[in-house]
């Protein structure tokens, strides 16, 4: 039950030129509803280009993203929006949540975005924050919370609109070890309770090891551990 499905990715950029890089040499990669697949790379290997195209951000130059079965290589960028916005959650390194709204304004926001009614978004945001233990941090906005406190609320927006794909590029890089583990845990929670598939960039080995496989991108393509 492929929830993502990558075949023959390929991308290079300034293509043509003296300063063409081949980043994605033919990569196939498939991630199944529930699981959590870690993605481990060198910095530049291309993680960030990967996760962009199978979150429909960015465009392959060949090859194609299966998004639940669906071919979308071949869609309009409204399409492809639409997609990304209702299948598709995303969590950085570093948060991004909005500075002027509260934790669960931030959670509220990109439900209203998919037209759903002020009082559904703001249960739902309630229920995603209570699932990772910050009931209580609901009215903070983002500067009054700690590190591991913001990446956990990144997480609930990213699920906010119940997508069906999580990727995550290095979600736990700026935390301390035990809050990196504190993260981590409500991360697997979440995909276990919600049946997700997620892809997680990350460079923490240990991490790694406690997901589901293990996915090495090494000269354009990508390899199993
Ligand atoms: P990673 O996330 O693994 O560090 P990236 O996907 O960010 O790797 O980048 C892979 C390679 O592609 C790097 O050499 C980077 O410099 C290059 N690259 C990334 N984005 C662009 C771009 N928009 N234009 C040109 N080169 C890029
Ligand atoms: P909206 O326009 O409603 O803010 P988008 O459809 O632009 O949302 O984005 C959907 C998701 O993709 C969001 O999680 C957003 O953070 C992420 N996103 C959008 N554009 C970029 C980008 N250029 N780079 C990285 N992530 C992006």
Same mark, same amino acid.
């Given at each position: 039950?492929?929830?993502?499905?990558?075949?023959?990715?390929?991308?290079?950029?300034?293509?043509?030129? #003296?300063?063409?890089?081949?980043?994605?040499?033919?990569?196939?990669?498939?991630?199944?509803?529930?699981?959590?697949?870690?993605?481990?790379?060198?910095?530049?290997?291309?993680?960030? +280009?990967?996760?962009?195209?199978?979150?429909?951000?960015?465009?392959?130059? /060949?090859?194609?993203?299966?998004?639940?079965?669906?071919?979308?290589?071949?869609?309009?960028?409204?399409?492809?929006?639409?997609?990304?916005?209702?299948?598709?959650?995303?969590?950085?390194?570093?948060?991004?949540?909005?500075?002027?709204?509260?934790?669960?304004? &931030?959670?509220?926001? #990109?439900?209203?975005? &998919?037209?759903?009614?002020?009082?559904?978004?703001?249960?739902?945001?309630?229920?995603?924050?209570? /699932?990772? $233990?910050? /009931?209580?941090?609901? $009215?903070?906005? #983002?500067?009054?919370? /700690?590190? $591991?406190?913001?990446?956990?609320?990144?997480?609930?927006?990213?699920?906010? &609109?119940?997508?069906?794909?999580?990727?995550?590029?290095?979600?736990?890089? &700026?935390?301390? #070890?035990?809050?990196?583990?504190?993260?981590?845990?409500?991360?697997?929670?979440?995909?276990?309770?919600?049946?997700?598939?997620?892809?997680?960039? +990350?460079?923490?080995?240990?991490?790694?090891?406690?997901?589901?496989?293990?996915?090495?991108?090494?000269?354009? $393509?990508?390899?199993?551990?």
């Amino acid at each position: 039950d492929a929830t993502l499905e990558l075949r023959g990715i390929a991308k290079t950029y300034n293509p043509g030129t #003296p300063g063409a890089v081949t980043v994605l040499d033919g990569v196939d990669l498939t991630v199944s509803a529930g699981e959590i697949v870690a993605l481990v790379a060198p910095s530049g290997a291309g993680k960030s +280009t990967l996760l962009h195209i199978a979150g429909l951000l960015d465009t392959a130059d /060949s090859g194609q993203v299966l998004l639940g079965g669906q071919e979308m290589t071949g869609r309009g960028d409204a399409a492809r929006t639409r997609a990304r916005r209702r299948e598709v959650g995303f969590v950085y390194q570093f948060h991004h949540l909005l500075p002027e709204f509260s934790a669960a304004e &931030n959670i509220v926001l #990109p439900q209203l975005a &998919n037209a759903v009614s002020a009082k559904d978004a703001r249960a739902r945001a309630v229920t995603l924050l209570d /699932s990772v $233990g910050l /009931s209580a941090r609901a $009215g903070h906005r #983002p500067a009054q919370l /700690s590190g $591991g406190e913001q990446q956990r609320v990144a997480f609930c927006r990213a699920l906010a &609109n119940a997508p069906r794909l999580l990727l995550a590029d290095e979600p736990t890089g &700026n935390l301390d #070890p035990a809050t990196s583990d504190t993260v981590f845990a409500a991360l697997m929670r979440l995909v276990r309770e919600t049946g997700m598939a997620a892809l997680v960039a +990350t460079h923490n080995m240990d991490l790694a090891a406690r997901m589901d496989r293990i996915v090495r991108l090494e000269a354009g $393509g990508v390899v199993a551990v």
